[in-house]
């Protein structure tokens, strides 16, 4: 198992941007892809971005794509979502995850979860 731990999240006015980030440990950090996912009160949770073990590929939600840019340090560690032209319709609840066998935007794959980092973005 790797355990992970998100930060970055606050309150940002509509058009800002914010950088979360996500530290893995407890496993080599390079076997895992790595997603993003957020939840908003009443809503089911969604994907919006993934990044596979070596860095060659990405894939983003259609609502955020053009905005939001996923990334990763393997040296550190550590998963980025890079949230620029925020929108209300962005708050949420935003957690990382991490799958040593499967790359994509299917929640149920990625068995490895933080605890969440609360957005919202202010009108």
């Known amino acids: 198992q790797v355990h992970l731990v998100e930060s970055g999240g606050g309150l940002v006015q509509a058009g800002g941007s914010l950088r979360l980030s996500c530290a893995a440990s407890?496993?080599?950090?390079?076997?895992?892809?790595m997603g993003w996912f957020r939840q908003a009160p009443g809503k089911e949770r969604e994907f919006v971005a993934a990044?596979?073990?070596?860095?060659?590929?990405?894939f983003y939600a259609d609502s955020v794509k053009g905005r939001f840019t996923i990334s990763r340090d393997n040296a550190k560690n550590t998963v980025y979502l890079q949230m620029n032209s925020l929108k209300p319709e962005d708050t949420a609840v935003y957690y990382c995850?991490?799958?040593?066998?499967?790359?994509?935007?299917?929640?149920?794959?990625?068995?490895?979860w933080g605890q969440g980092t609360q957005v919202t973005v202010a009108s």
């Open positions: 990044i596979n073990w070596s860095v060659t590929s990405t």
């Open positions: 407890g496993r080599t950090f390079s076997n895992y892809a």
């Open positions: 995850a991490a799958s040593d066998s499967y790359y994509g935007r299917m929640s149920v794959m990625y068995s490895n």
